[in-house]
């Protein structure tokens, strides 16, 4: 599967963001799609999860009751909602996507097999 992640842009601190990826191939049933994201000089970090079977949500701890992740599957699209955006979201933002991921690796980057480019969110005080 082919992933092409958009959606970022420069907004002030309280604002929202909605990014979106867009997958090409199987259909978006057959995986668990992630958001992740690396600001410079730290590693890259688990944001949210939709899991293949059942469509259950997974959240950081940082960014829960503030962003949602969702699918549209006949659109082959996967969103992330950001709201009561912080300086602290600042980062480049990426989706992918894994077949075999179990629940206790859905926040583990390397469970994932398909990576798409990322998309900046740059977030002013």
């Known amino acids: 599967v082919q992933l092409q992640a958009s959606g970022g842009g420069l907004v002030q601190a309280g604002n929202s963001l909605r990014l979106s990826c867009a997958a090409s191939?199987?259909?978006?049933?057959?995986?668990?799609m992630g958001w992740f994201r690396q600001a410079p000089g730290k590693e890259r970090e688990f944001v949210a999860a939709?899991?293949?079977?059942?469509?259950?949500?997974h959240y950081a701890d940082s960014v829960k009751g503030r962003f949602t992740i969702s699918r549209d599957v006949a659109k082959k699209t996967v969103y992330l909602q950001m709201n009561s955006l912080k300086p602290e979201d600042t980062a480049s933002y990426y989706c992918a996507a894994g077949s075999r991921i179990i629940l206790s690796q859905i926040g583990v980057a390397p469970s994932y097999d398909y990576w798409g480019q990322g998309t900046q969110v740059t977030v002013s005080s």
């Open positions: 939709i899991r293949r079977n059942g469509g259950s949500t």
């Open positions: 191939g199987r259909s978006l049933s057959d995986y668990t």
